[in-house]
């Protein structure tokens, strides 16, 4: 690896940590000669289909520009790069493991729509809106209750608290039965 600072060829590996599941190596390199410090992360290069435009044009997926546009959406939220990362790993997992060639470029833009829905609810109308070119104040309300729908089910106690008895009594007759054969088999 060169040096990006005085572009001497030989540096040497301090650390090295993997601080996502496995699927990025981070090393920390200082340079022999300048003695400067510096960070790379290495990366499995997988073949990620090309993504099929909507006029049918087929282009090379490109990471950078998908990274972002979902920072563009995510612009002053309260979102770290980190996540955006970890969405955008998630994201070419499941490009990845589709096992196919070529992708359409919708299915890309509902990956994204997911990613963000599960980051942040306005990043997700931001994207949203220009995804599906959202012109009209109708069209707003729409995608917001769209967006705001599965915030707003609220988590039953007492339905909660129903099944939870429903089980512990189905669980306690299990049980009874079983004591039932054990007791029956010993007497026999």
Avoid at 130 to 152: D, L
Wanted: glycine letters at 6%; charged letters at 35%; aromatic letters at 6%.
């Amino acid at each position: 690896m060169r040096c990006p600072f005085c572009q001497h060829k030989d540096t040497q590996v301090i650390d090295s940590r993997s601080p996502e599941e496995g699927t990025v190596i981070r090393r920390r390199r200082q340079c022999v000669r300048c003695g400067k410090r510096f960070t790379t992360f290495e990366r499995a290069a997988l073949e990620m289909p090309y993504i099929v435009k909507k006029g049918g044009a087929r282009v090379e997926y490109n990471r950078d520009k998908l990274y972002a546009s979902m920072s563009l959406a995510l612009r002053k939220r309260p979102v770290s790069p980190q996540r955006v990362q970890e969405a955008v790993d998630g994201i070419e997992r499941t490009l990845i493991l589709s096992g196919e060639s070529e992708i359409r470029s919708s299915r890309l833009g509902e990956l994204v729509l997911e990613a963000l829905r599960g980051l942040d609810t306005i990043a997700y109308i931001r994207f949203a809106s220009v995804y599906f070119n959202v012109n009209e104040p109708e069209g707003f309300i729409e995608m917001i209750e769209r967006a705001v729908e599965p915030a707003k089910r609220t988590f039953d106690v007492e339905a909660f608290k129903a099944l939870a008895h429903k089980d512990a009594l189905e669980e306690k007759e299990k049980r009874r039965q079983m004591r039932i054969r054990r007791d029956g088999s010993e007497k026999a």
